[in-house]
Nanobody, 125 residues
Framework: VQLQASGGGLVQAGDSLRLACAAS????????MGWFRQAPGKEREFVAA????????NYADSVKGRFTISRDNAKNTVYLQMNSLKPEDTAVYYC???????????????????WGQGTQVTVSS
């Protein structure tokens, strides 16, 4: 599967952004999808994930209550709605996918089998 992330930009603290990750290739609805981010000088960290059915989600503590992950299998797209953005949310955001049924590294927040190219999110104070 090929992943294409979009929707990043420069916003002020407190603003909102919606990221999108469009998938092409094999059947999107069979993939668990997630978002990770990497800030300059820091390691990549997990943000949010959603199961192939949409029935399960997982969030990093730092974004709970502010970010919402969703998916539209008809459009082969996963979204990350980011509200109440903070300067510490500044990073390159990557979407990831796996097709693992029992132990999904995406849902666990430890990695993915497929990655998009990343989209920059910058939050000014």
């Amino acid at each position: 599967v090929q992943l294409q992330a979009s929707g990043g930009g420069l916003v002020q603290a407190g603003d909102s952004l919606r990221l999108a990750c469009a998938a092409s290739g094999r059947t999107f609805s069979s993939y668990n999808m997630g978002w990770f981010r990497q800030a300059p000088g820091k390691e990549r960290e997990f943000v949010a994930a959603i199961s192939w059915s949409g029935g399960s989600t997982n969030y990093a503590d730092s974004v709970k209550g502010r970010f919402t992950i969703s998916r539209d299998n008809a459009k082969n797209t996963v979204y990350l709605q980011m509200n109440s953005l903070k300067p510490e949310d500044t990073a390159v955001y990557y979407c990831a996918a796996d097709e693992r049924t029992y132990v999904s590294t995406v849902l666990l927040g430890t990695g993915g089998d497929y990655w998009g190219q990343g989209t920059q999110v910058t939050v000014s104070s």
